[in-house]
């Protein structure tokens, strides 16, 4: 691992995605890692809305991602040692778990998955119909499988994600 550990943040329109830079970006930053924002384009629709796209970016120093860069154009992000999908929705995990890469978001995360030196640390955040989908706890068996590091936390009465929980299983997966 480098000196400034890298690491990927990315982020799908789930519940609490509007807490994403309060509650992972800054206290990863805080922590020592060097941080990257790369969204789903639905993630960068809301959090530009609100304003966060900007204020992520001045936070981390670096372009926050949702489209691909032409080939002639240089990577914006250094390269992560662990990468952390945080919130993960039903879509997004679904389209992980069979490894479609049809943005940024899921490019990067699927070759993450794909590369045994970078741990990639999820948490799902969907609603109860979502979760009986009959698709779906295969798709956590098929990224559990692959060494993904799945945080099984509920969000608070506030509607808040777990956010300790998911840095503290960046930590843990950072050292494994
Ligand atoms: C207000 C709102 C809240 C949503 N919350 C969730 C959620 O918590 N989990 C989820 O899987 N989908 C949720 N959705 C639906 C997703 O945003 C939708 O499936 C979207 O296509 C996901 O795109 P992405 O995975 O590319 O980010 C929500 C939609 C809205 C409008």
């Not at 992972?24 to 969204?39: I, Q």
């Not at 629709?45 to 609100?50: F, G, M, V, Y």
């Not at 956010?163 to 843990?172: E, G, M, N």
Request: net charge neutral.
């Amino acid at each position: 691992m480098s000196a400034q550990p890298v690491l990927s943040v990315v982020a799908s329109a789930a519940g609490g995605v509007q807490g994403l830079r309060v509650g992972l970006v800054e206290p990863a930053l805080a922590a020592g890692w060097r941080v990257t924002v790369t969204l789903t384009p639905t993630a960068a629709r809301w959090l530009t809305d609100l304003g966060e796209v900007d204020r992520l970016a001045l936070a981390t120093g670096l372009p926050v991602r949702w489209d691909s860069r032409l080939p002639t154009e240089p990577r914006p992000h250094p390269d992560p040692d662990v990468a952390v999908l945080a919130p993960a929705s039903a879509n997004t995990v679904a389209k992980l778990a069979l490894g479609i890469a049809e943005n940024q978001a899921l490019t990067q995360l699927c070759e993450a998955v794909g590369n045994p030196a970078v741990p990639v640390v999820v948490l799902p955040r969907t609603n109860a119909f979502q979760a009986r989908h009959p698709a779906w706890n295969g798709h956590l068996a098929t990224l559990r499988s692959a060494g993904v590091h799945l945080v099984d936390a509920r969000p608070g009465a506030d509607g808040a994600l777990p956010w300790p929980a998911v840095l503290d299983s960046v930590s843990r997966a950072a050292r494994a």
